[in-house]
């Protein structure tokens, strides 16, 4: 393979490798190129690293991940991990963005990364064997490899209801929050939405305004997180485990190393089932999904015991009975959506200032300049805050313009849902590589688990082609075929389909009804990637620039 791509007008830059976005996935992607030798030049929208850790600076955001888990393996750097030690079981937003920072500058990180550019077209040329990148600011740069690093949750969701540029007020998203902050003292808030953002960001809000207004569409089963400063024996305790612990993460379903137990909850006695759901609720956390029982996601009978459980706890913890029966999921069962983790959501409703809505019975006709207006009564407020999610998943693929052979365009190509190979590469697409992209675990894991485990099997791939001098990888349209079957044929024996819910885009007006994250598992979808590398990257067709046929992939 020639390391550097042919550019014939000598204007562009010129890198062996272009990756899109500097968050977890960006950092350790660019840290694993450079480990080739490849000339590497990374383009970051914002102004500093972080991804999403930079862009949701709303009050309350943290990780819903433990800590002790959200962060990058030795496979990052030994010395990061044993320096590195968080203050909390659920670190928070500003401590999240430090560690990335941390990380950035110990491995020197920074000097390959271009701020404030934001990908406006990456076009492929198959004469040159390489993908043409324009950014928004007109600068061009080429490279023979393309790998897309923008975070699934990073293409802000604002509904278009009527009149919303007419607010006189301030509006907010939680995704592009402003750096210096909001002061909300005094203020009447429309908090807009209830999923994990809003869960985290609702309690914070209630403690400065006068008034907050909680618009709720569908309600979610919230679990409590019981975030607590860390203690530093659990801390050290961990890290002396770290290399058993991570190894079960990836090898687990979900990229966490917990106890998971095969058992359904209708083979438990009600005493026995709720004393575990008891237990696994004091505990905190994805627990309550993960170590209680292993069948909620295809088992409707056993997912009905743990949903009855937790909206037996949400009616316990809100005194007002209205408000909490309307906080009690009904139309969709437990972990179909994503539960967010709550640290005092629930009790937020229980203050005299925060009022919840319901915007299902009653949607939200219009903003007008005062306020929101749902049915006859139009809320008056100094704030509206947009919790209202993403475009997840591909509408930050899509806002790139993604061009591939004979100018097919990604967003054409999955008209009618992502189709992929592995969720890491698509046909039709040569050297691009996609990191937690659809079709590939993602969002249903622990997603530094699914960073590194994507990462290393791009980067083997790119090492795999410069030892065997081959210039372009693309997977066969058979191979694609194969796993996009194989990923509907996994996502339909489970309930996840017949939920509306933004893993199935259903929160995008006109969006392909799919799964889009693969639901096989962490551990399965790495077994699976791990053969196909073994045997010569079997399902890519990997071929020399200069060659008609393709080169023999073993
Ligand atoms: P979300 O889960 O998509 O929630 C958006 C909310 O806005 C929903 O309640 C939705 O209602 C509501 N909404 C959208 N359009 C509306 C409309 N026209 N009228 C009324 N309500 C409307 O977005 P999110 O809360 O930002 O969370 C997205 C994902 O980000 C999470 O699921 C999670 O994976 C991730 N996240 C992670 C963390 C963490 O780990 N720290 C924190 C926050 C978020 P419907 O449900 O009815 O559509």
């Known amino acids: 393979m020639r390391r550097t791509a042919q550019t014939g007008s000598g204007r562009s830059a010129e890198f062996d490798a272009i990756v899109v976005g500097a968050g977890f996935s960006g950092l350790f992607m660019l840290h694993s190129l450079r480990k080739l030798g490849l000339t590497v030049r990374v383009y970051e929208q914002g102004a500093g690293v972080g991804g999403t850790w930079y862009w949701n600076r709303y009050p309350g955001a943290r990780c819903d991940s433990e800590s002790v888990y959200y962060m990058f393996s030795d496979h990052m750097s030994e010395e990061i991990l044993s320096e590195w030690t968080w203050s909390e079981r659920y670190a928070a937003q500003p401590e999240i963005l430090r560690y990335?920072?941390?990380?950035?500058?110990?491995?020197?990180?920074?000097?390959?990364?271009?701020?404030?550019?934001?990908?406006?077209?990456?076009?492929?040329?198959?004469?040159?064997?390489?993908?043409?990148?324009?950014?928004?600011?007109?600068?061009?740069a080429s490279a023979r490899f393309l790998i897309t690093a923008v975070g699934c949750l990073s293409a802000t969701n604002t509904p278009s209801f009527p009149g919303i540029d007419t607010f006189a007020g301030?509006?907010?998203?939680?995704?592009?929050?402003?750096?210096?902050?909001?002061?909300?003292?005094?203020?009447?808030?429309?908090?807009?939405?209830?999923?994990?953002?809003?869960?985290?960001?609702?309690?914070?809000?209630?403690?400065?305004?006068?008034?907050?207004?909680?618009?709720?569409?569908?309600?979610?089963?919230?679990?409590?997180?019981?975030?607590?400063?860390?203690?530093?024996?659990?801390?050290?305790?961990?890290?002396?485990?770290?290399?058993?612990?991570?190894?079960?993460?990836?090898?687990?379903?979900?990229?966490?190393?917990?106890?998971?137990?095969?058992?359904?909850?209708?083979?438990?006695?009600?005493?026995?089932?709720?004393?575990?759901?008891?237990?696994a609720w004091a505990k905190g956390g994805f627990y309550m999904g993960l170590e209680t029982f292993s069948d909620y996601l295809v088992n409707k009978e056993s997912n009905d015991t743990v949903s009855e459980f937790v909206r037996g706890k949400i009616r316990e913890m809100v005194k007002d009975p209205a408000t909490s029966e309307l906080l009690a999921p009904k139309d969709h069962p437990f972990f179909t959506k994503r539960p967010p983790l709550e640290n005092g959501y629930y009790e937020a409703f229980n203050r005299d200032n925060v009022t919840l809505l319901d915007a299902r019975a009653t949607p939200i006709e219009e903003?007008?300049?005062?306020?929101?207006?749902?049915?006859?009564?139009?809320?008056?407020?100094?704030?509206?805050?947009?919790?209202?999610?993403?475009?997840?998943?591909?509408?930050?693929?899509?806002?790139?313009?993604?061009?591939?052979?004979?100018?097919?365009?990604?967003?054409?190509?999955?008209?009618?849902?992502?189709?992929?190979?592995?969720?890491?590469?698509?046909?039709?697409?040569?050297?691009?590589?996609?990191?937690?992209?659809?079709?590939?675990?993602?969002?249903?894991?622990?997603?530094?688990?699914?960073?590194?485990?994507?990462?290393?099997?791009?980067?083997?791939?790119?090492?795999?082609?410069?030892?065997?001098?081959?210039?372009?990888?693309?997977?066969?349209?058979?191979?694609?075929?194969?796993?996009?079957?194989?990923?509907?044929?996994?996502?339909?024996?489970?309930?996840?389909?017949?939920?509306?819910?933004?893993?199935?885009?259903?929160?995008?007006?006109?969006?392909?009804?799919?799964?889009?994250?693969?639901?096989?598992?962490?551990?399965?979808?790495?077994?699976?990637?791990?053969?196909?590398?073994?045997?010569?990257?079997?399902?890519?067709?990997?071929?020399r620039h200069d060659a008609t046929a393709p080169a023999p992939a073993g």
């Open 170 to 279: 301030e509006s907010y998203h939680t995704g592009a929050w402003p750096h210096e902050g909001v002061d909300f003292t005094g203020k009447r808030v429309a908090v807009i939405g209830t999923g994990a953002t809003a869960v985290q960001a609702v309690p914070e809000i209630a403690k400065q305004a006068a008034h907050v207004w909680v618009f709720q569409r569908t309600p979610n089963y919230d679990i409590p997180g019981r975030n607590r400063p860390l203690a530093s024996d659990y801390a050290t305790a961990v890290k002396a485990d770290y290399k058993n612990l991570w190894q079960k993460a990836r090898e687990s379903g979900f990229g966490l190393p917990y106890q998971v137990v095969e058992r359904s909850a209708v083979d438990y006695a009600p005493e026995e089932r709720q004393a575990i759901f008891e237990a």
């Open 367 to 543: 903003i007008t300049p005062r306020g929101v207006r749902m049915g006859e009564h139009e809320y008056e407020v100094d704030a509206i805050v947009y919790a209202t999610g993403f475009d997840a998943m591909t509408g930050a693929l899509f806002g790139m313009g993604i061009t591939g052979r004979d100018g097919l365009r990604l967003r054409d190509k999955w008209r009618d849902g992502p189709r992929t190979y592995l969720g890491l590469t698509t046909h039709g697409f040569p050297n691009l590589f996609l990191i937690t992209g659809p079709q590939s675990p993602s969002v249903l894991s622990n997603m530094p688990v699914s960073i590194e485990q994507n990462v290393e099997w791009i980067a083997g791939l790119v090492q795999y082609m410069l030892i065997h001098d081959l210039d372009a990888a693309e997977p066969a349209r058979e191979a694609e075929d194969t796993w996009v079957a194989h990923h509907d044929e996994v996502a339909a024996a489970t309930l996840l389909l017949g939920t509306d819910s933004w893993w199935v885009g259903a929160n995008i007006p006109g969006k392909p009804r799919t799964l889009y994250p693969y639901v096989g598992g962490v551990g399965p979808f790495r077994v699976i990637c791990q053969e196909v590398a073994d045997k010569g990257y079997e399902g890519l067709v990997l071929t």
């Open 100 to 140: 990335l920072e941390f990380v950035t500058d110990k491995m020197d990180l920074r000097r390959d990364i271009q701020f404030n550019a934001r990908v406006a077209s990456a076009v492929y040329d198959s004469g040159r064997g390489c993908w043409d990148i324009r950014l928004a600011d007109g600068g061009t």
